[in-house]
Antibody, heavy 117, light 105 residues
């Protein structure tokens, strides 16, 4: 069974950086693109970017360009998302997703990142 | 690129409900729909406009043409009460609608 298991909740101060991880299992890692999507409390979903696990190519939302880096470790079937310059508006649940057929059939459990002084 | 959904829709049990998703030439992009219940990750219920994952019943259907994609639920049940999000994709960039809260009265 497919699992995307994300790292645990984190609390950061404004200006700090955060690295989230996503360990995948039960799927062929190179058959999917891996995206990160976030959801602020009580709000909708916001796409952040994705990584091609075959060659490491990335595409980021303009909203996060310059602050986000998505990487992968193909051998360990891990995906990482680094976000810098954190501010209170970045407080959200961050989801790792596996994409296929222009959609997200698999989601991680979500990681709450709280940004507060 | 702006994607618009009604914030809320209500339906009586057993009735049919439609949730719309609007965007410029949205019909030229593949669209997916997700259902999200409180405290849970979103769940894919439709992809490539009309395709259902195997676990999703056929009372859930979709369409996408022109500027509007539509999610239709027939024989609505109390378990269908949730937030629904549309997600068009133009091949490299992903968009989400703001979400629609479906209430089954």
């Amino acid at each position: 069974q497919v699992q995307l298991v994300q790292s645990g909740a984190d609390m950061k101060k404004p200006g700090a950086s955060v690295r989230l991880s996503c360990k995948t299992s039960g799927l062929t890692f190179t058959d999917y693109a891996f995206h990160w999507v976030r959801q602020a409390p009580g709000q909708g979903l916001e796409w952040m970017g994705w990584v091609n696990p075959v060659n490491g190519d990335t595409k980021y939302s303009e909203t996060f360009e310059g602050r986000i880096t998505i990487t992968r470790d193909t051998f360990a079937t891990l995906v990482f998302m680094d976000l810098t310059g954190l501010r209170s508006g970045d407080t959200s649940i961050y989801y790792c997703t596996a994409a296929k057929d222009s959609s997200y059939p698999y989601w991680g459990q979500g990681t709450l990142v709280t940004v507060s002084s | 690129y702006e994607v618009t959904q009604p914030p809320s829709v209500s339906v009586s049990p057993g009735q049919t409900v439609t949730i719309t998703c609007s965007g410029h030439k949205l019909g030229e992009k593949y669209n997916s729909w997700y259902r999200q219940k409180a405290g849970q990750a979103p769940e894919l219920i439709l992809f490539k406009d009309v395709e259902r994952p195997s676990r999703i019943p056929d009372r859930i259907s979709g369409s996408n043409s022109g500027n509007t994609a539509t999610l239709t639920i027939t024989g609505t049940q109390p378990m269908d009460e949730a937030h629904y999000f549309c997600q068009p994709w133009d091949g490299s960039t992903v968009f989400f609608g703001g979400g629609t809260k479906l209430t089954v009265l």
